[in-house]
């Protein structure tokens, strides 16, 4: 079993990467640290999972993990979270996760997880699947706020958050500023929110970013 593990917090990277270590018939082919060098590796090493964090710098891990999914389909992306936030679980999986993991779970879940995916089935911890079912029952399975915006406009979204000035998105995206302007416009629209502030909220609440 090849993966690749993605998370930019070089600690709890090594964590999992020495849990990964002590597994058979498990090897981490690559290691990235931010959403766009998970998507680089993923295209270079053709793993067979791909553990993704969510909160990571450049592109978030909801963003690369759909990029993956419709790229890559025979990779198979699990999340691997802090938190069991119910709308950003729903948005992982509607993009295309196999498997949302927290990072409470232990050695033998983190085991389950993975041949739990490479069956070809889909992975939740126990307390997110609460969680998810709970969500549907009360709001049904509509779009999420975050499945309103087009990816272009979540990433830019996530680039905001960040402080990235249209400027500096433009070029990271290799687009123009005008283009950037108009995105930037239309996520405010379709989000009602029309203030950076609100934004930069807005991020947090969804695992886009993080407060630290």
Known sequence: MR???????????????????TMPNVSVVAEAGDGREAMRLAREERPDIVLMDISM???NGLEAAERISKELPEVKVIIVSMHANE???WHALRTGAAGYLLKG????ELELALATVMRGETYLSPSVS??????IHHVGAGPTSLGRLTPRQREILQLIAEGQTNREIATLLG?????????????M???DIHDVVGLVHFALRVGLITSS
């Open 130 to 135: 609460k969680v998810l079912a709970e969500y």
């Open 175 to 187: 687009i123009s500023i005008k283009t950037v302007e108009t995105h930037r416009a239309q996520l």
């Open 87 to 89: 709308e950003y679980v």
């Open 105 to 108: 779970a232990n050695a033998s």
């Open 189 to 191: 629209e379709t989000l």
């Open 57 to 59: 710098p450049l592109m």
């Open 3 to 21: 993966v690749l593990l993605a998370e930019d917090h070089a600690l709890v990277r090594a964590g999992i990467r020495a849990l990964l270590d």
